[in-house]
């Protein structure tokens, strides 16, 4: 979004030398608050942004200020680039009072409730954006880069006004916008403000299995980091799938993110636990008993990462951690819901993971030189780690702790608890040989601790792993201690904090 105010070139909102900023969440929701003051102008734009419950829907509500002593002729522009693959083009096409965006899946129009268009360009906006004007001969064209200028018009002193920008999306089947734009147009704003608000603040009510005695700044910003925690989840989580995105991506050209929006099987057992903990265990059961049983191999492995939506996404190796983890993290959800028939609705899926996981280890045992490389939980060195050892150590003690909560269901089937009995001798078996090799091979004599791997032998935190969450030793321990001491000394920046209580 940007504004041409009388001739000057185009000032973008989020990025101007300008601008001063100031922004914040709405108390108790996930509605976003941006305060923006141009400087050169004495322009004061607040914007609130905030997805419809109801409807597919982003809006940003509006309120301009002049604080000048001039009058303000203010065009806002709409600079939209959409992205997408080479194979499905996007074009771009005028409509009354919005921009439409389509490809073949799916639809984007922008408009606005109160503002009338001032202008638009279809094709080479690139070339002429930073002047703020627009136009344009052709009403559509084969882009993916056009803009669309809406008509604020004049703002004298001290003078506000108020408008929205609604931005509507579609998947081409079921709503078409072209067909709903003045329906669009007319939407509510106010009232769908107010029922964001109220939808956020009774989800986090309803999450909050924990209250703070705010009695100091320290503990009223735990509290504030709670509750934001607990807005957040839900914007990770595909509701159709289970999945759950490792993080937000805001960045569209990567240059401040990571590019994490995937599920990551290791990543999402952290997010289910934290879910269980915030009284929000049908959205951990949906991870497993959905996303997971719809994305692992029929060898029982679990690749590195998926989308959301359950398809494989782009990956770069294998990584056993991944499959150890699901297994580990069925127990973990079992521990806190004591759900029986969940274990039991995923019984075959992590008995199908044990297997392969077994296998792995006896390759890793007898050092065969076929054995399937594994990547570390960073995805830097390929070989064994400590991290990926202790993981197959917690999955086999989860799935013995799986056996002995069924124990009664598989009372009655003399065959399979035969079978169970002697899958537990195996997988204690496991256990053992796993925590030899990890003293005999990942613990540094002269270092006097634990290494991440038998490559390059160096601390770095994962190694904790051992000790939380896969406890396969004791943190007191003397291998243990000394592991945790170095690290203190090697990996700690000591801060000193400060809080006016």
Known sequence: MGVKINDSNIIYLHDDSNNMYNQEYIEDTNVLKTEIKNTYFNLRMDQTDFVSIDQNLIIRKYTFTNEHEIPLDIKLI????????????????????????????????????????????????????????????????????????FDIGVLNPKEKKDFSIIIAVSDNKSYDLEENLNKIRKTDVKKELQSAKSYWKKYLKAHMAHTFDITNQYKERINNIYKRTILLFPLLANYTTGGISAAMEIDEDFSKCGRYEYCWPRDAIYVTRALDLLKMEKESEKFYKVFCKNTQSKSGMWEQRFYTDGTLAPCWGYQIDETASVVYGVYDHYKRTKDKKFLKDNLKMVEKAIKFLEKYLNDILEDKKELKVSYDLWEMHEGVSIYSMSSI???????????????????????????????????????????DYILRRLYDEDKKSFVRNE?????????????TPFKVFSPNEKKVRNTIERINMNLRTYTRWIFKV
């Open 78 to 149: 709409a600079h939209s680039k959409l992205v997408t693959d080479n194979n499905s083009f996007v074009s771009a096409k005028f409509v009354e009072d919005g921009l439409l965006q389509y490809s073949h899946d799916y639809s984007m129009l922008i408009t606005s409730d109160l503002l009338k268009v001032n202008s638009y360009k279809i094709h080479n906006t690139d070339e002429v954006i930073n002047s703020g004007i627009l136009q344009d001969k052709d009403y559509i064209g084969m882009t993916n880069n056009s803009a669309i200028s």
């Open 393 to 435: 150590f917690s999955a086999f003690e989860s799935m013995i702790k799986i056996y002995e909560a069924l124990e009664d269901n598989l009372a009655e089937n003399r065959l399979k608890q035969e079978n169970v009995t002697k899958q537990k001798d195996i997988l204690r078996k496991g256990e053992q040989d796993i925590k």
């Open 455 to 467: 490559e390059d032998k160096r601390l770095d935190i994962s190694i904790l792993g051992i000790v």
